[in-house]
């Protein structure tokens, strides 16, 4: 049974940094691909970041390109995501989760296992 459990969400400021990280359980996480999406109130969940097995692609949605920053350590059964310039509308609960195929990315289908969420909140 793979768990997957984020931290580092909280509060912090419009233009602030936050890190968060995301532990695997399981000896397969350096053959997995890994995602994060968030969810806001009241708004479907969307596709933030992706980075392939062995960290050598990542994938980013529109609204944080050059802002976040996806990186994976397999020694240590971890993806972190480094959000820089945050904005309000970054609000969310923002959830890890392991992707199936090493493909399509973007969809929320393709990730068979997911965490329980950090919420994320940027007061402006």
């Known amino acids: 049974q793979v768990q997957l459990v984020e931290s580092g969400g909280g509060l912090v400021q419009a233009g602030g940094s936050l890190r968060l990280s995301c532990a695997a359980s399981g000896r397969t996480f350096s053959s997995y691909g890994m995602g994060w999406f968030r969810q806001a109130p009241g708004k479907e969940r969307e596709f933030v970041a992706a980075?392939?097995?062995?960290?050598?692609?990542?994938y980013y949605g529109d609204s944080v390109k050059g802002r976040f920053t996806i990186s994976r350590d397999n020694a240590k059964n971890t993806v972190s995501l480094q959000m820089n310039s945050l904005k309000p509308e970054d609000t969310a609960v923002y959830y890890c989760?392991?992707?199936?195929?090493?493909?399509?990315?973007?969809?929320?289908?393709?990730?068979?296992?997911w965490g329980q969420g950090t919420q994320v909140t940027v007061s402006s």
């Open positions: 989760a392991r992707n199936s195929w090493g493909s399509n990315w973007l969809l929320q289908n393709a990730y068979g296992y």
């Open positions: 980075i392939s097995w062995n960290g050598g692609s990542t």
